[in-house]
């Protein structure tokens, strides 16, 4: 089933407000392809000044805490992204993961969070490098998706990112085919947690997305799109993956 494509920047913890200005060229190629939604998560102290640059973008904070408010020094509500115009936020990244030590039930507690909140959730799952190795990919990703996804997600409110953590920042990536089991395995899962909503929520593909490989990878059955590190950072090699997927 075609769903409509969806194509994210990461900026991670990249940019500045002079970087602000890659986002011109984003929004024009944006408003060129109305078939796809185009979206870019800057780090939050940059994302008033994106809104206000580019306000026709959506645009996404890259984390959320998993409670509304309190006594959490340092981090930020899935509330008070909406309030200053984000729509998503990514959520179990792997660098997260990794960094700061946090579990699947962390994960599944900030995307119902976000839920909550009226932000689309994209809940990040991927295997490691020994884990593809020892032939682990497809129930290490399975695993990730019993342990974070929301049972009352929907095809509105969640986004799956498919990110091998060997693929991301590398230059590798895996073969289409390898994408291709992984995605299947990811709507099986979806269909069986959520039901017939499982069929429609968008599962997209991180890791070393390049304007060289993404018309490849967008072509793959069941990638709904891509999430984007590196090459979200410049418009010169943004807008060519957005409009490979357009
Ligand atoms: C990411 O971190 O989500 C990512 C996919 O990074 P890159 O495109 O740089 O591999």
Redesign the pocket.
């Known amino acids: 089933m075609a769903l409509r494509k969806l194509v994210a920047g ?1 900026w ?1 913890m990249n940019g500045s407000l002079a970087a602000l200005a890659e986002l011109d060229a984003i929004a024009v190629a944006a408003g060129a392809h109305a078939g796809i939604d185009v979206l870019v998560c800057p780090p939050f102290t940059l994302i008033p000044a994106a809104v206000a640059r580019a306000p026709d973008l959506i645009f996404g904070g890259q984390d959320c805490h998993h409670a509304a408010r309190g006594a959490h020094t340092g981090c930020v509500a899935a509330g008070m992204l909406k309030e200053i115009g984000a729509a998503y936020v990514i959520v179990g ?1 792997s ?1 997260r993961r990794a960094d700061q030590h946090e579990t699947d039930a962390d994960v599944q507690a900030k995307a119902r969070a976000a839920i909550a909140a009226g932000l689309i959730a994209i809940v ?1 799952v991927g295997e490691t490098e020994a884990q593809r190795d020892a032939g682990h990919a497809g129930i290490v990703v399975s695993n990730h998706l019993d342990g974070s996804v929301p049972p009352e997600a929907t095809e509105v409110t969640l986004v799956i ?1 498919y ?1 091998p953590i060997w ?4 230059g590798r990536t895996p073969s289409l085919a390898d994408v291709a089991e992984i995605h299947a395995i990811i709507r099986a899962k979806l269909i069986d947690l959520l039901g017939r909503a499982g069929e429609r929520v968008r599962i997209v593909y ?4 390049k304007p060289e490989n993404a018309a490849d990878i967008l072509s793959v059955a069941d990638v709904d799109g891509v ?5 979200s950072l410049t418009a010169d090699q943004f807008v060519p993956i957005v409009e490979a997927a357009a």
């Open positions: 990461n991670k990244h660098e990040c990112s990110e693929a991301i920042g590398t991180g890791g070393s997305v999430l984007v590190g590196g090459a």
